[in-house]
């Protein structure tokens, strides 16, 4: 049997190979390998498909959220609430900022951060919310703004892995103080190697951006704030330039196959596995269903026996981590994203994913659990 991967991001070098192999080729001609024409560029042209005024670009989705908070003044003393069931990157960023991250419990039906949770979380120390966009969908942005609004907090997104998604009509990473994006490989619009975006319409905060991003220095050698060097190279500024024209395309490809999915495993009728809420604006970066009775993980090394190699994402919720025993959160704390942790499985899910092989995802599912 052939292998079905969790992703396969060689597919589009298959696809637009021609046209990245000549960007890329220009760009090691030209000798502009920092910044120039490609990185400003795209740098317009990811903000117009955004609709935001400045697009920043730098160097990781992880970069991004960082500058972000540190754009905001976030630091030292601060509370940033966030979800407890994310890419550690999220809280790290921000910690990293010498503030406090401060997790709220998911919803099920979403897995993302459940805002009714938020007001209860506000301390006087809070200063910003940071909502995930997880798998390609948008959390409630109505409700979360509102709360943001009334107790003056600014709010970062997470859109490492939603890029193109909308909530009621509006572009996430368009919605908050700063949008930050990531173009990992794997990621909606990924790279060919690391790369991130911060999305903003305030002028000042998009100023700060970019002088945070080269060493805090509006002027070469002159210096305002400590900061960093997170720059997006120019091969990769001009292969995602290529790529960009495409992203809706992939979205779309993505959405059929969730349906797909959806149906397929509806008529396989597998009273043990759930499959993921339906969400038209879902970017479905991922196609994560729950599987109960504690069989997930013998779930997935069946289904890698048969050559369907499937990912956890997450295994371990983040207020449970290591890392973080210094914050005193304990096991029970956040019951939705701890019994999420022990049930979702995410399905192989990338643009060209094949309807056969989505066939034989769902049949080898229905014998395993049968
Ligand atoms: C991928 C990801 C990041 C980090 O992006 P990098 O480009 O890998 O640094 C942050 N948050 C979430 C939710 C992610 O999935």
């Known amino acids: 049997m052939n292998k ?57 989705g992880t970069d991004a959220l960082y500058l972000a908070l540190r754009a905001l003044d976030i630091g030292e003393g601060a509370e940033v609430i966030t979800s407890p069931f994310t ?7 921000i910690s990293m900022t010498g503030a406090k991250p401060v997790f709220i419990d998911i919803e099920a039906h979403s897995f993302n951060m459940n805002v009714d949770l938020i007001e209860a979380a506000i301390t006087e120390r809070t200063k910003a919310i940071m909502p995930v966009h997880l ?23 997470d859109c490492a892995q939603a ?6 009509g509006q572009k996430v990473g368009n919605i908050g103080d700063v949008g930050c994006f990531s173009f990992y490989p794997t990621k909606n619009l990924g ?71 959806t149906h397929l495993l509806k008529d396989a009728n597998i009273p043990k596995l759930v499959s993921p809420h339906y969400c038209a604006s879902s970017v479905w970066n991922q196609y994560t269903v729950c599987i109960g009775d504690g069989q997930r993980d013998q779930v997935q090394a069946q289904l890698r026996e048969q050559n369907i190699i499937t990912m956890i994402y997450y295994p371990l919720p983040l207020h449970l981590q290591e890392v973080y025993r210094y914050l005193n959160y304990k096991k ?8 999420i942790c022990d049930r979702v499985l995410s399905l192989p899910m990338f643009p060209e994913l094949r309807e056969e092989q989505q066939q034989r995802v769902v049949s080898t599912l229905q014998n395993i659990l049968k």
């Open 191 to 261: 790279g060919c190697g690391d790369g991130g975006m911060m999305t903003t319409n305030n002028p000042e905060v998009a100023r700060k951006l970019h002088i945070l991003r080269e060493h805090g220095s509006p002027k070469r050698y002159y210096h305002e704030y400590i900061g960093m060097n997170s720059r997006l190279d120019a091969l990769q500024a001009a292969l995602l330039q290529v790529k960009l024209p495409y992203l809706d395309k992939w979205n779309d490809q993505r959405r059929e196959i969730s349906d797909r999915y």
């Open 4 to 60: 079905i991967p969790p992703f396969d991001v060689s597919q589009q070098y298959q696809q637009i190979g021609d046209r990245l192999n000549k960007a890329a080729l220009e760009v090691l001609a030209s000798g502009q390998y920092i910044g120039g024409q490609a990185v400003s560029q795209f740098e317009t042209e990811f903000a117009q498909y955004i609709g935001s005024n400045h697009g920043i670009a730098c160097n990781s």
């Open 332 to 339: 029970g704390d956040f019951p939705v994203t701890e019994d």
């Open 163 to 168: 890029t193109g998604a909308t909530f009621d």
């Open 135 to 157: 798998f390609g969908r948008s959390v409630d942005m109505t409700k979360l703004m509102a709360i943001a609004k009334k107790h003056n907090l600014y709010v970062i997104e």
């Open 87 to 93: 890419f550690f990157a999220s809280a790290e960023t």
